[in-house]
């Protein structure tokens, strides 16, 4: 709170003429903290974070460098992950057995509802129904 070395007396005698005055002080230990602006983000990774309760105002200060991303990065890095859905060929064999149908039709199904197993049964039972 304070920079360079303060007398551990005098310390305490701040900490109570603080406590006082109604001022409080606590120290976080957060993982990261993220501030999003309109076209960047600020993120601190093990920042230290102290919050300064004061008659009930609360003011939180954050010690840390944070790594400045543009928004554009975000977004790209966002679209470049292409979600891989595995699907399993038990779930294939499950699906293919409940609405007794081929095995490439129910992978087919699988594929079509990105391998929820309850969805691709519905979507099969209901083309059953239609024809």
Known sequence: MFPGRVNPRMLKK???????????????????????FDDEEWIFDEPKVQVMDILGVKTYSITGKPKKVKKESIKENIEEEEVKIEITE???ELVANQCNVSKELAKKALEECNGDIAEAILKLEEEKEKN
């Not at 701040?14 to 999003?36: A, W």
């Open 90 to 92: 038990e779930d294939i």
């Open 14 to 36: 701040m900490q109570k003429m603080m406590k006082d005055f109604g001022m409080e002080t606590e120290d976080l230990n957060p993982k990261k903290v993220i501030f999003v």
